[in-house]
């Protein structure tokens, strides 16, 4: 024991008096650590409490210590009463309270770039197209030179009736000889003007993995094919990012949402996370996939494993790239598309890549999580998925099942799957992070692409998934981040914009995969929990949890019809038992 940490009286070292006095000063400064949090915690009541908490499902109030974790939850007989011997100053709250929301698949960086750019979603033609881009310069004067890019998102070919091209844009006068890069709604393509095109050679041999797309004219590149065009976009600095990560961050936290998982984060952006991570307005939980400079790459050594213990940042997974979109007919398919037959997509990494890239990075430590829209893709990486675990746990008396279990391996949209592939993907467990709306987004022209066969028996499962803990999200900026419009079209199948599903499906489109809303609320709070590595501390209210919680005007199950999901606001939202926002 260092003798000189121990206090002194009168002149003398407490050690003077006997070992007595000293295992009594040790109890006092433990007594003054946890005395600390027990007098600075708060206790909160609201009319009722959805906990997700098994041994307590409904609640009237919780504790929060000053670390901002959950230290009791109980029941009581009025709303407004505190039960039992609970520390702290007690605040009596109108509403209602559920487990904060996270989204299982966003983007966040690129959101608040979208916050600051064009906004596409929803154009039905090439000139309202232009003219939005037109509002956006008027706004922006400073936009469109070599330095800094007018971006923006949102286009669809299927909507304008064509494909856009960079002359599109040059019939514009005002935007004839600007720099301009805007990415389809998947962001699987970018449309580029002809200023853009002028930065590149006369002749551009085709990518693998990628389309460039040159007919009806040059200005779309497509996956693989988009990184010939946005190199030479002048990224935007720390700064910058900054403000885009801030805007994102208050952004979401108006919807009700607490934390996210950042579906592919390149190493410079992750040291700007753990910068930024530390700070006030990092008021969302970021559990950021790792995506190297070059997709579908090792690059372990320009990136650490990283948790913070307070679970603002955790960096332990990988995202790698299957395949392109089902919109663009980018999506890898087993058999050609129904209106396309002579293409069935492209894979963006062959079998055998893809199968070594699984097993090196699970190796490092790192979960692996496999974008995989067509059927072809989700059976690659079944199979990737597979051979890793049977390297990773070579035991043949463990079921990799078991395997799976500990390293939790993902597939990133699970949108198109054989049957067969369904079922081997039940019997290993692997985890199917899932959005919701892309389904009702794609359900005007998904089967087009697929035929009625396969859109029946594979595509867009939901409810027969529902056994693996699917992780729920929305893919923001390419859908709204708004969780409530995605619970709508996960209990649905509706779109909710329009509340409207494709003629023939007056239930909803494939109504049979449907989920009740007790299993959207556990896919947007505790699947995320499972799937980031976090169960019993993020999406439940219970002892030991991180205090994240939203305050809503009623509960979700007493709803007037479920149409209201569709424009449903928050009251509040809290992160680590701060108020992060409040409705005016």
């Known amino acids: 024991m260092d003798r000189h940490w121990l206090p002194r009286v009168g002149g003398n070292s407490l050690l003077s008096y006997g070992s007595a006095a000293v295992v ?10 946890h005395a600390t949090d027990y007098f600075g915690s708060e206790t909160h009541c609201f009319k009722s409490v959805r906990t997700n908490w098994q041994d307590l499902p409904v609640a009237n109030c919780f504790t929060v210590s000053p670390k901002g974790i959950i230290t009791s939850v109980y029941a009581s007989d009025h709303g407004s009463s505190k039960a039992g011997s609970h520390s702290g100053s007690e605040t009596t709250n109108e509403g209602y309270v559920i487990p904060g929301l996270w989204d299982g698949h966003g983007h966040l960086l690129q959101y608040g770039e979208f916050l600051h750019s064009v906004d596409l979603f929803g154009t039905t033609s090439l000139d309202e197209a232009r003219a939005r881009v037109r509002d956006y310069v008027e706004k922006n004067p400073q936009a469109g030179s070599k330095t800094e890019w007018i971006r923006g998102v949102g286009w669809d070919q299927m909507a304008y009736g064509q494909m856009p091209t960079a002359d599109d844009l040059s019939t514009d006068d005002t935007l004839k000889n600007l720099y301009i890069a805007l ?3 998947d962001v699987h393509c970018v449309w580029v003007s002809q200023a853009v095109l002028d930065l590149l050679p006369d002749s551009i041999p085709d990518v693998p993995g990628g389309e460039i797309v040159r007919d009806p004219g040059m200005g779309v590149f497509c996956d693989n094919a988009m990184d010939i065009a946005m190199s030479l976009w002048p990224k935007p600095s720390d700064e910058k990012k900054s403000t885009y990560i801030k805007s994102a961050m208050t952004s979401l936290n108006g919807l009700g949402i607490v934390g996210m998982h950042d579906a592919g984060v390149t190493p410079n952006n992750l040291d700007l996370y753990r910068t930024l991570a530390s700070g006030q307005d990092w008021t969302v939980r970021v559990y950021a996939m790792v995506e190297c400079y070059k997709r579908n790459t090792f690059c372990a050594h320009d990136v650490e494993r990283h948790v913070r213990p307070d679970g603002r940042l955790s960096i332990q997974s990988v995202k790698l790239f299957a395949d392109g979109a089902l919109g663009s007919w980018g999506s890898a398919m087993i058999e050609p598309y129904s209106d396309r037959p002579d293409t069935s997509g492209s894979l963006l990494v062959n079998a055998t890549e893809l199968t070594y890239l699984t097993t090196v990075w699970a190796q490092k430590g790192f979960q692996v999580n496999i974008h995989a829209i067509g059927d072809l893709a989700n059976r690659y990486a079944v199979d990737a998925m597979t051979v890793a675990l049977r390297i990773l746990c070579p035991d043949l008396s463990q079921p990799l099942s078991a395997c799976q279990a500990q390293h939790r391996f993902r597939i990133e949209h699970s949108q198109i799957i054989h049957p067969s592939d369904q079922d081997r993907i039940h019997a290993l467990g692997i985890i199917p992070s899932i959005q919701p709306t892309h389904a009702t987004s794609d359900m005007a022209y998904a089967e087009l692409r697929l035929g009625h066969e396969r859109t029946a028996t594979e595509a867009y499962r939901m409810r027969s998934l529902l056994d693996l803990n699917p992780v729920l999200g929305s893919d923001f900026p390419v859908e709204p981040a708004d969780p409530f419009q995605g619970l709508y079209a996960a209990i649905t199948r509706k779109s909710p914009h329009a509340g ?59 709803l007037g019809s479920v149409e209201e999901l569709r424009a449903f606001k928050v009251r509040e939202t809290w992160v680590g038992g701060k108020r992060v926002y409040k409705r005016d």
Not at 26 to 31: E, R
Not at 502 to 519: I, K, M
Not at 530 to 557: C, T
């Open 183 to 185: 990415d389809r709604v």
């Open 500 to 558: 409207k599903s494709p003629d023939g499906f007056p239930n909803g489109w494939y109504a049979e995969e449907t989920l009740t809303l007790d299993q959207a609320i556990r896919g947007f709070t505790l699947g995320p929990a499972y799937g980031g590595f976090m169960e019993q501390k993020a999406g439940v209210l219970q002892p030991g949890a991180f205090a994240d919680w939203v305050v809503i005007d009623k509960p979700l199950e007493e």
């Open 24 to 33: 009594a000063v040790a109890a006092l400064l433990k007594f003054q650590e």
